[in-house]
C-alpha cells in the first residue's frame, strides 16, 4: 500500500480520461480520494459507473475523445459541475501490436488519433482554465516512448510524441504557471493488450516475457502508475515541469 497522498487537491477539480480501467480508474479514485472532484471520461458507460461507485466525488462521462467537439463538450462539463479546472490527466490511448510487414494505415491513422490528437484536442480546450487555476497536465506514456518495441513500432511513435508534446508545451507554458509533465509505465495488469484484440494465449505469453525482464520481478499495478500521477500533479509540486517520470520496476535500466 502506498501512504496515502496529502489532501492538496480538496476543492481541485480534474479530468481524467480512459477513467474506466486501469491506470484510469486507479487515478480517479486516487485523486477523489485526496479531495479532488473527478470528470471520469471513456467510452464504456458501464465500465465508468464501477468506477464513480466507489467514490462519490467521481462523476463520469461516456464519450470517445476522438469525435468532433469532444474536448469542448469534456471541458465544459467540468466548468459546468464545478467552476473550475485544475488538473487534466491524458490517460486514454491504445496499443496495438503490427510488425511493420503487416502495418495498415487504419491502424496508424488511428492510432495517432486517439494517443496524439485527442490529448492534444483537449489540452488545448483545457487551456484558458489551466491558467486560471496555475494547474497542470499529466500525460501518460510509455516506457515503449523511449525504448524500442519491435512488432509495435507505430504505438511506440505515438508515445514518444506524447513525451516530445510534454517537453514542448512545459517551455510555452511555463510563464502561464501551467505545469506539464508525463509518466511512463511499463507493463501494467490493465485490459489494454485485450483490447488490442490479442488472444489471451498471446497475452499471456507477452507478459510473461515482460516480466521475467523487469528488475523488481513483477508487472505494475494501477496503483503504482496512479500514485505518481497525484504525485507529479500536487498543486504544491510547482517547480517540477517538463518531466517524463518512467514507471516499470528498472525495465529501462536492462
Same mark, same amino acid.
Given at each position: 500500500?502506498?501512504?496515502?497522498?496529502?489532501?492538496?487537491?480538496?476543492?481541485?477539480?480534474?479530468?481524467?480520461?480512459?477513467?474506466?480501467?486501469?491506470?484510469?480508474?486507479?487515478?480517479?479514485?486516487?485523486?477523489?480520494?485526496?479531495?479532488?472532484?473527478?470528470?471520469?471520461?471513456?467510452?464504456?458507460?458501464?465500465?465508468?459507473?464501477?468506477?464513480?461507485?466507489?467514490?462519490?466525488?467521481?462523476?463520469?462521462?461516456?464519450?470517445?475523445?476522438?469525435?468532433?467537439?469532444?474536448?469542448?463538450?469534456?471541458?465544459?462539463?467540468?466548468?459546468?459541475?464545478?467552476?473550475?479546472?485544475?488538473?487534466?490527466?491524458?490517460?486514454?490511448?491504445?496499443?496495438?501490436?503490427?510488425?511493420?510487414?503487416?502495418?495498415?494505415?487504419?491502424?496508424?491513422?488511428?492510432?495517432?488519433?486517439?494517443?496524439?490528437?485527442?490529448?492534444?484536442?483537449?489540452?488545448?480546450?483545457?487551456?484558458?482554465?489551466?491558467?486560471?487555476?496555475?494547474?497542470?497536465?499529466?500525460?501518460?506514456?510509455?516506457?515503449?516512448?523511449?525504448?524500442?518495441?519491435?512488432?509495435? *513500432?507505430?504505438?511506440? $511513435? @505515438?508515445?514518444?510524441?506524447?513525451?516530445? /508534446? +510534454?517537453?514542448?508545451?512545459? #517551455? =510555452? !507554458?511555463?510563464?502561464?504557471?501551467?505545469?506539464?509533465?508525463?509518466?511512463?509505465?511499463?507493463?501494467?495488469?490493465?485490459?489494454?493488450?485485450?483490447?488490442?484484440?490479442?488472444?489471451?494465449?498471446?497475452?499471456?505469453?507477452?507478459?510473461?516475457?515482460?516480466?521475467?525482464?523487469?528488475?523488481?520481478?513483477?508487472?505494475?499495478?494501477?496503483?503504482?502508475?496512479?500514485?505518481?500521477?497525484?504525485?507529479? *500533479?500536487?498543486?504544491? $509540486? @510547482?517547480?517540477?515541469?517538463?518531466?517524463? /517520470? +518512467?514507471?516499470?520496476?528498472? #525495465? =529501462? !535500466?536492462?
Amino acid at each position: 500500500m502506498h501512504s496515502p497522498v496529502p489532501s492538496h487537491f480538496a476543492h481541485r477539480v480534474a479530468i481524467v480520461t480512459g477513467a474506466g480501467s486501469g491506470i484510469g480508474r486507479a487515478t480517479s479514485i486516487a485523486l477523489a480520494q485526496a479531495g479532488a472532484r473527478v470528470l471520469g471520461v471513456g467510452r464504456r458507460k458501464d465500465a465508468l459507473e464501477e468506477t464513480a461507485h466507489v467514490h462519490s466525488a467521481i462523476t463520469v462521462l461516456p464519450l470517445d475523445i476522438c469525435e468532433e467537439g469532444a474536448a469542448d463538450t469534456i471541458v465544459g462539463t467540468a466548468l459546468d459541475l464545478w467552476g473550475r479546472l485544475d488538473v487534466l490527466v491524458n490517460n486514454a490511448g491504445a496499443t496495438a501490436v503490427m510488425p511493420l510487414a503487416e502495418t495498415e494505415r487504419s491502424v496508424i491513422t488511428r492510432l495517432f488519433e486517439l494517443n496524439v490528437t485527442a490529448p492534444s484536442m483537449l489540452a488545448r480546450a483545457a487551456l484558458p482554465h489551466l491558467r486560471d487555476s496555475s494547474g497542470s497536465i499529466v500525460n501518460v506514456s510509455s516506457t515503449y516512448g523511449h525504448r524500442p518495441l519491435p512488432g509495435g *513500432a507505430h504505438y511506440a $511513435a @505515438t508515445k514518444s510524441a506524447v513525451e516530445q /508534446l +510534454t517537453r514542448s508545451w512545459a #517551455l =510555452e !507554458l511555463a510563464s502561464a504557471g501551467v505545469r506539464v509533465n508525463a509518466i511512463a509505465p511499463g507493463p501494467t495488469k490493465t485490459d489494454v493488450l485485450a483490447a488490442a484484440g490479442l488472444p489471451h494465449d498471446a497475452i499471456d505469453e507477452m507478459v510473461s516475457r515482460e516480466r521475467d525482464r523487469i528488475p523488481t520481478g513483477r508487472l505494475g499495478d494501477p496503483e503504482d502508475v496512479a500514485h505518481w500521477i497525484l504525485r507529479i *500533479a500536487d498543486p504544491l $509540486a @510547482t517547480h517540477i515541469t517538463g518531466q517524463v /517520470l +518512467t514507471v516499470d520496476g528498472g #525495465l =529501462e !535500466l536492462v
